[in-house]
């Protein structure tokens, strides 16, 4: 699975750069492929682009194994998947596991891309540009603030307790919001930012006031036993903020492998080597219990709501 070694030619006592052009790559392709690392010489051994070099050229080029994974919903433009808890939205590394890419290239080639991420653990709608152009358009609208995005959390223990801001549409930030007109719900607007590093992979985030703003509201749906159903709405876009911020409220999502625990279990989640009695001893659920619900848009003069039909 992922990344394997493909011969594309030979060098001939030229800089390496030379030697790709030469054998038909552009100029910014062949310069792109040398910085990341892809162009390695017969031994292995990572070429840079201005070596003068004599021999094999190889490179690096993924290798699909999709697993029939299809679209729920999909346009000449863009396609919608509703990724399984547990799969990377993106290759992750030279020797990567399955990841959502071996659908989507093997459906829609080289040129689709993934809209938005995905943790990999969080399951839900996943929006895939088909195109270069398509995919600018619509990173475009996630940059600014123009898809809402829904989701389920199954938390810990009653959030009622947590004493959470009921919603009110004064701020300015949210006047730019005409959906939330009729929002009833409760609001979580805390800054962010890096925090410590977690395990070899992942990257905590922290509370911090001289952070960028995030905001999250939130809608009761459920009281379960020492749980509650919410759904979440992220009206910013920040690494693991529906995570962050309900653990900030001391209302950790089920399942999360970062908050909540002593890094020596962190290390052991994210390593694969905590049993899964275990981690459910420790943290309430197999999986984080994170679902993306719903994305609604306008795209090219259409409007859509997409949902899963699944929660967790």
Same mark, same amino acid.
């Given at each position: 699975?992922?990344?394997?070694?493909?011969?594309?030619?030979?060098?001939?006592?030229?800089?390496?750069?030379?030697?790709?052009?030469?054998?038909?790559?552009?100029?910014?392709?062949?310069?792109?492929l040398c910085?990341?690392?892809?162009?390695l010489?017969?031994?292995?051994?990572?070429?840079?682009?201005?070596?003068?070099?004599?021999?094999?050229?190889?490179?690096?080029?993924?290798?699909?194994?999709? &697993?029939?994974?299809?679209?729920?919903?999909?346009?000449?433009d863009?396609?919608?998947?509703?990724?399984?808890?547990?799969?990377?939205?993106?290759?992750?590394?030279?020797?990567?596991?399955?990841?959502?890419?071996?659908?989507?290239?093997?459906?829609?080639?080289?040129?689709?891309?993934?809209a938005?991420? $995905?943790?990999?653990?969080?399951?839900?709608?996943?929006?895939?540009?088909?195109?270069?152009?398509?995919?600018?358009e619509?990173?475009?609208?996630?940059?600014?603030r123009?898809?809402?995005?829904?989701?389920?959390?199954?938390?810990?223990?009653?959030?009622?307790?947590?004493?959470?801001?009921?919603?009110?549409?004064?701020?300015?930030?949210?006047? &730019?919001?005409?959906?939330?007109?009729?929002?009833?719900?409760?609001?979580?607007?805390?800054?962010m930012?890096?925090?410590?590093?977690?395990?070899?992979?992942?990257? &905590?985030?922290?509370?911090?006031? &001289?952070?960028?703003?995030?905001?999250?509201?939130?809608?009761?749906?459920?009281?379960?036993?020492?749980?509650?159903?919410?759904?979440?709405?992220? =009206?910013?876009?920040?690494?693991?903020?529906?995570?962050?911020?309900?653990?900030?409220?001391?209302?950790?999502?089920?399942?999360?492998?970062?908050?909540? $625990?002593?890094?020596?279990?962190?290390?052991?989640?994210?390593?694969?080597?905590?049993?899964?009695?275990?981690?459910?001893?420790?943290?309430g659920?197999?999986?984080?219990?994170?679902?993306?619900?719903? =994305?609604?848009?306008?795209?090219?003069?259409?409007?859509?709501?997409?949902?899963?039909a699944?929660?967790?």
């Amino acid at each position: 699975m992922g990344y394997e070694l493909v011969k594309i030619g030979f060098a001939k006592n030229e800089r390496v750069f030379s030697a790709l052009k030469r054998l038909g790559f552009s100029m910014k392709k062949a310069q792109n492929l040398c910085d990341k690392g892809r162009i390695l010489g017969s031994s292995a051994r990572t070429l840079a682009k201005n070596e003068l070099f004599s021999g094999e050229l190889f490179m690096t080029h993924y290798v699909c194994y999709p &697993k029939g994974l299809e679209p729920v919903f999909e346009t000449d433009d863009f396609a919608v998947f509703d990724k399984p808890s547990g799969i990377c939205s993106h290759p992750n590394g030279r020797n990567s596991p399955y990841n959502m890419y071996d659908e989507i290239w093997h459906l829609y080639g080289r040129e689709a891309c993934v809209a938005h991420r $995905l943790d990999a653990e969080t399951s839900g709608l996943l929006l895939v540009a088909k195109t270069k152009n398509s995919a600018k358009e619509l990173k475009a609208l996630f940059e600014e603030r123009k898809v809402l995005k829904s989701y389920l959390a199954l938390v810990r223990g009653d959030l009622r307790s947590a004493g959470l801001r009921q919603f009110c549409a004064d701020d300015e930030f949210f006047g &730019k919001l005409e959906f939330l007109s009729d929002f009833k719900g409760f609001v979580i607007d805390k800054s962010m930012s890096l925090g410590e590093l977690a395990g070899h992979t992942r990257q &905590k985030m922290q509370i911090n006031p &001289k952070g960028k703003r995030a905001v999250t509201l939130l809608r009761i749906l459920e009281f379960l036993e020492n749980s509650t159903l919410v759904e979440c709405y992220p =009206l910013t876009g920040r690494q693991h903020q529906i995570r962050l911020h309900l653990h900030s409220v001391g209302h950790t999502i089920l399942g999360d492998p970062l908050y909540n $625990l002593e890094k020596s279990d962190i290390e052991r989640i994210l390593d694969n080597k905590m049993r899964e009695p275990e981690r459910v001893a420790k943290t309430g659920a197999k999986r984080l219990m994170l679902h993306a619900k719903g =994305l609604v848009f306008d795209f090219k003069g259409q409007h859509y709501e997409i949902f899963s039909a699944k929660e967790f």
